[in-house]
């Protein structure tokens, strides 16, 4: 009964920004971790940013001082800001979360079904 659906990809130009977010509905009685992941043609799935619910962030080097993640628990929501893309961020973006559906619960890991950024040069 919990879905994550992404927004925010399309074709930008290199040097460009962009904003990916991922709404989490349906059942839900807390979200602990959320991430980004993307994976480029011919390649695996690789992490791209992980947030915790206490708000400790990680990026992948490549990633490190253009990315940004952030959360809204308010709104269920993770955003993925991205600045000064180039060609090699080209990629399908997923988020991914750890969710409860009540207090006792073990966490149940969602991914939403992705959403494509291509960058142009």
């Known amino acids: 009964q919990v879905q994550l659906v992404e927004s925010g990809g399309g074709l930008v130009q290199a040097g460009g920004s962009m904003r990916l977010s991922c709404v989490a509905s349906?059942?839900?009685?807390?979200?602990?971790?959320m991430a980004w992941y993307r994976q480029a043609p011919g390649k695996q799935r690789e992490l791209v940013a992980t947030i915790t619910s206490g708000g400790t962030t990680n990026y992948v080097d490549s990633v490190k001082g253009r990315f940004t993640i952030s959360r809204d628990n308010a709104k269920n929501t993770v955003y993925l800001q991205m600045n000064s893309l180039q060609p090699e961020d080209t990629a399908v973006y997923y988020c991914?979360?750890?969710?409860?559906?009540?207090?006792?619960?073990?966490?149940?890991?969602?991914w939403g079904q992705g959403t494509q950024v291509t960058v142009s040069s």
């Open positions: 991914n979360s750890d969710i409860t559906r009540s207090r006792w619960a073990s966490p149940v890991t969602y």
């Open positions: 349906g059942s839900i009685f807390s979200i602990r971790g």
